[in-house]
């Protein structure tokens, strides 16, 4: 395989651009192109609009080698793909007759008429590489036009993945000398922010070459994607091992796991592997604690309960939170969180208590302003009470009371 290569790809259809489907083919096709050693520059959506998709392809040939384009192959007008293609080339279109074969063979078992337009779905350039779809009915398309290799693949997802793993791939081995490996691993942290971490890895990233280092950040959290080249997966592996001990040395202390790890389910693993019990008092959160928990398989084994304690007289009621703590400190205070986490952890005798109170918003309360959260957790050993603020509209300040906890739980388990 030449070495600048360059893939792209594109991703047709209406429906990706106004949201009503998610662009999952794209992420897939990404995975499995890299672990052939095929690298994606860029991908692009667009619409079921003639002008538009031949615009499209006209950037695409201009930058890039190989050309994935999926979606726009169906039996209906506003499936333009190939048309979009012809406008660019000038190739012509043609009939497989095995898909019509196909097709016909298909409508009388099923005892339906096959109507016109289904013989789009049999239109194929003339000289292409045309690949029976196993799954389905529209083909899969190879054509190498001015040096730039395209393919055209369905759009439904099982369609596309099956004429990949079975058609495309090999095509491409057999044209490429597909020896180099893209390996990556995301190594997830969290307690820590984006900047801070870039900072403490600053010259390291600043010198990457191979592998790649490359910080992402999402809701409470960080991650680092390592990427690698070589000849083999294991020497890709090695490579970004030696990379990942030195960010190890540097932020150790926050990483938590590994790709598709989250943070819910490293803390429910260490609940899990010491044998201790949790339940939880939720004036804030309204629940969404206990929910994150009992979302994942196994939780009767370490979830005691939760009491969902929104108003000021449930607290009362429900957890016998004392009236002078309410009346002195307020509902939306480290006393108040204290009272709730022990009351609770008692109410249902688990190991681990915890609690959420404060201001979601948008208006103040007690005088505190919103985003204010008290979080405390007691354990067998101690009391550990947090006073956070955090951002946003009143689900993002729910949320990342949630996700705040489980990095404190986290924390707190691993000692």
């Not at 354990?379 to 993002?396: C, E, I, M, P, W």
Request: charged letters at 20%.
């Amino acid at each position: 395989m030449k070495k600048q290569v360059k893939a792209e790809i594109i991703s047709v259809g209406t429906e990706l651009l106004l949201g009503q489907i998610s662009n999952t083919n794209a992420a897939w096709m990404s995975e499995k192109l890299a672990d052939s050693g095929i690298p994606i520059y860029y991908h692009s959506v667009v619409g079921d609009n003639l002008e538009r998709l031949t615009e499209v392809f006209q950037l695409a040939h201009n930058r890039s080698d190989i050309i994935f384009i999926t979606g726009g192959l169906g039996p209906t007008e506003d499936d333009l793909t190939r048309e979009a293609f012809q406008v660019m080339t000038g190739l012509e279109i043609v009939q497989d007759p095995v898909t019509i074969q196909k097709m016909e063979n298909y409508f009388a078992k099923t005892n339906r008429t096959m109507t016109l337009n289904n013989l789009k779905q049999a239109n194929v350039f003339e000289g292409a590489h045309v690949f029976q779809n196993s799954v389905g009915i529209a083909p899969g398309i190879a054509v190498e036009y001015e040096e730039t290799i395209y393919l055209f693949m369905p759009g439904v997802p099982r369609e596309m993945k099956s004429l990949m793993l079975e058609h495309m791939l090999p095509f491409l081995a057999d044209k490429y000398s597909l020896s180099d490996v893209i390996f990556s691993r995301m190594l997830r942290f969290i307690g820590i922010g984006e900047s801070q971490l870039e900072y403490e890895l600053q010259d390291l990233i600043s010198c990457q070459t191979n592998p790649t280092i490359a910080p992402l950040a999402s809701e409470g959290e960080v991650a680092i994607r390592l990427s690698a080249n070589a000849d083999t997966k294991a020497a890709a592996i090695n490579l970004i091992n030696e990379t990942e001990s030195m960010i190890v040395k540097r932020a150790g202390q926050y990483l938590y796991g590994y790709d598709n790890d989250t943070i819910e389910q490293k803390v429910f693993a260490l609940l899990q592997n010491q044998h201790l019990t949790i339940s939880s008092a939720e004036s804030l959160t309204g629940g969404a604690f206990a929910s994150s928990i009992v979302d994942m398989e196994g939780s009767s084994a370490i979830f005691k309960g939760a009491a969902v304690v929104y108003q000021t007289e449930t607290k009362a009621d429900v957890l016998h939170i004392p009236e002078h703590i309410m009346k002195h400190y307020g509902t939306v205070s480290k006393e108040c969180a204290e009272a709730m986490a022990e009351q609770v952890k008692s109410l249902y005798n688990s190991d681990i208590g915890i609690s959420f109170t404060g201001v979601a918003g948008p208006a103040k309360q007690e005088g505190k302003e919103a985003g204010t959260v008290f979080i405390t957790i007691i354990n067998q050993q101690a009391v550990h009470q947090y006073k956070l603020h955090f951002s946003g509209d009143r689900d993002t300040i729910r949320r990342r009371s949630v996700k705040k906890a489980y990095e404190l739980l986290f924390h707190l388990l691993k000692k």
